[in-house]
């Protein structure tokens, strides 16, 4: 049995990490610099956010790799370097992890590709699984315990992703995660309903919701997406609210106690899976985890 099945082996909820860039624009991440070099060029401060959600509670953490496929790296300068960061990024985390005791387990990040699929855009379905397959070969190499796709808007793209995910390995659980943020629908059209439904017969190990507008928004999500499939693990990962612009800095409204309240209701809404993402810290974590005492998995 994997780590991944010992752990949804266990009774209750699960929580998963915070934001990411979040953190790291706290430590100095410059607007526009690529998050992923600070892999190898700033270990102790990628590292310090992990210990950070570990500290919390957090059972699931996400690689700081979010954009770290060849086609977002290239913006960069960084295409040659996807491998290396990918598996730089698996190995903070896998040492934070076991430094800690080692109960939690590490999720290799995937976020969109950055471009879009043709015929809408100009990035041929061939080329996404590719760019897709060689990230998730990174993550592998460096050891990650699952795959975790997130913040897709289309299923063609999210097809491409989990395509590419099971070429580098047939075997490592995937994670799959859309971003409801256009009136209920993801930016390309896709309902919960829809998404689960689809989602659901892609023998994945948990998929659910991420990022959006806020708390409220993913309650809703995730009870559309129970009541089209019961048995589904469901994943809720929310903005800590909608962000507002202050001083060129995206702040955003939702605190702990307001985070902690999201985490009970998207529990009793169905979701299995609970953290949040962007404008979350880890004090957002421990206030969630301190909301779901006795409900969570041991």
Not at 103 to 119: E, N
Request: with cysteine; hydrophobic share 45%.
């Amino acid at each position: 049995m994997g780590a991944w099945e010992k752990l949804l082996g266990q009774p209750g909820l699960i929580l998963a990490d915070g934001g990411m860039g979040t953190m790291l624009m706290e430590l100095r991440l410059q607007f526009g610099a690529s998050p992923e070099l600070w892999n190898v060029e700033h270990p102790d401060r990628v590292g310090k956010v992990h210990r950070g959600y570990l500290q919390a509670g957090s059972r699931i953490i996400l690689t700081n790799t979010f954009g770290c496929n060849r086609l977002r790296l290239g913006l960069h300068g960084l295409q040659d370097r996807v491998v290396e960061l990918n598996r730089a990024a698996a190995g903070l985390v896998r040492k934070e992890v076991e430094a800690a005791g080692g109960r939690a387990l590490v999720a290799g990040d995937i976020g969109p590709s950055g471009g879009i699929l043709a015929p809408l855009g100009e990035l041929e379905p061939a080329q996404a699984v590719e760019a897709f397959a060689e990230q998730a070969g990174g993550l592998i190499d460096g050891r990650v315990d699952v795959i975790w796709i997130e913040t897709l808007s289309s299923l063609e793209e999210m097809q491409a992703a989990v395509d590419g995910a099971r070429r580098a390995s047939k075997d490592i659980p995937i994670v799959a995660t859309m971003t409801f943020d256009t009136r209920g629908r993801t930016m390309m059209g896709v309902t919960p309903a829809q998404a689960v439904r689809e989602l659901s017969t892609w023998g994945l190990a948990a998929l659910g919701a991420n990022c959006g507008n806020g708390p409220d928004e993913i309650v809703t999500v995730i009870q559309k997406m129970r009541a089209a499939a019961p048995q589904a693990t469901l994943v809720a990962k929310a903005n800590a609210g909608v962000p507002k612009l202050e001083n060129g800095r995206a702040v955003y409204g939702a605190g702990p106690e307001e985070m902690a309240a999201y985490a009970t209701a998207v529990a009793d809404s169905g979701a299995r899976i609970i953290g949040a993402c962007c404008g979350s810290t880890p004090r957002h974590l421990e206030a969630m985890a301190g909301a779901l005492k006795g409900r969570l998995a041991v």
